[in-house]
């Protein structure tokens, strides 16, 4: 992988749609080592960045249509169990001569050309950094500020599972490097926008627990989206008010893809449902049975259904805890 790195002349760096603070952070380092190692590099993402990660250096080169009569001869994809997950444009990506992939789930297919997949990596960004060292590259600020935040972000700052010595160690170089951590901190959890309050007030006013009391769902409309002017890109981590109910196990976030308009309850539409378990069920093995994948503790898959039907449906699941 190196090796092929070190033959590229155009790169593609991509991440997964929708994003969260590992896959931009990931992918930010990724490209910026790369470009200090002499590479062309072109930052991409389907989707538009949150504004809570903007902040991070660089985030304004990441594009989100790729030119078809551009030659890249190698892709770098991040943080994504399979090249569907890079969006509309995976196909194209697909006929790029060198795929590298490098991810840290557990339910990666083992795309590409080559592959680095550690599920013991706290994140993405874990390799990634062993990777900027192969490469030989010192780790500037820009880089660290996006190394930090990946981990802290998929490590919930420093309070999931998935939280290894590594985390701790690279996140204390990267402020070395000069990382501030309240810095950091500030932008991504600290800041809220009007628009974003008065979304949580409705999405948690449609929070339910199963009979068991094990699992708790909440929903998330587009006419919620619509009715508070808040962007898909900004609704992040509103699951874990539900994933730190006492006694609840999982928690879901039924939300309504963009389904093209608006259609009555009992009618048919694309959800993206996200799992968080608090370490006693694998939800992980829940999303790979409906065609999703991800961790033990954090996953997610898609399902056709109608409003109505796919909250039960989905608090049924708690039957088998």
């Known amino acids: 992988m190196i090796k092929r790195l070190n033959r590229s002349r155009h790169v593609l760096v991509a991440s997964h749609i929708h994003p969260d603070g590992d896959a931009i952070g990931s992918q930010l380092a990724m490209g910026l080592a790369l470009a200090a190692y002499g590479k062309r590099v072109t930052f991409y993402n389907e989707s538009s960045i949150p504004k809570m990660y903007r902040f991070l250096p660089s985030s304004d080169l990441i594009v989100r249509q790729i030119d078809p009569a551009e030659e890249y001869d190698t892709a770098v994809i991040l943080d994504c169990t399979d090249l569907e997950r ?52 010192d780790i500037t600020r820009s880089m660290a500020i996006s190394i930090y935040t990946a981990i802290m972000t998929d490590t919930g700052s420093f309070r999931f599972s998935n939280t290894n010595k590594a985390a701790f160690s690279i996140c204390g170089e990267m402020i070395d490097v000069g990382v501030d951590p309240n810095f950091v901190a500030n932008h991504v959890y600290i800041t809220y926008s009007l628009r974003r309050i008065k979304l949580l ?26 009715k508070t002017g808040t962007k898909r890109e900004d609704v992040g981590r509103l699951i874990n008010y539900a994933r730190h109910l006492e006694d609840v196990k999982v928690a879901a976030l039924i939300f309504e893809s963009k389904n093209g308009g608006d259609k009555p309850p009992d009618e048919e539409r694309k959800f993206h449902i996200s799992l968080r378990s608090d370490g006693t069920v694998d939800v992980a093995a829940i999303a790979i049975n409906f065609g999703g994948g991800g961790h033990v503790t954090a996953a997610g898959f898609n399902i056709v259904s109608s409003l109505t039907d796919i909250k039960p449906k989905i608090l049924n699941l708690s039957k088998d805890f």
């Open 201 to 226: 007030n409705l999405v948690l006013e449609s929070i339910d627990v199963s009979e068991n009391g094990k699992m708790s769902v909440l929903e998330l409309t587009q006419a919620m989206l619509d």
């Open 86 to 137: 890079t969006g509309n444009f995976s196909e194209s990506i697909r006929h790029i001569p060198c795929i590298i992939n490098i991810d840290h789930h557990i339910t990666n297919n083992g795309f590409g050309t080559y592959q680095y997949i550690d599920s013991s990596a706290c994140a993405t960004a874990e390799i990634v950094y062993r990777v900027i060292n192969e490469l030989g590259v």
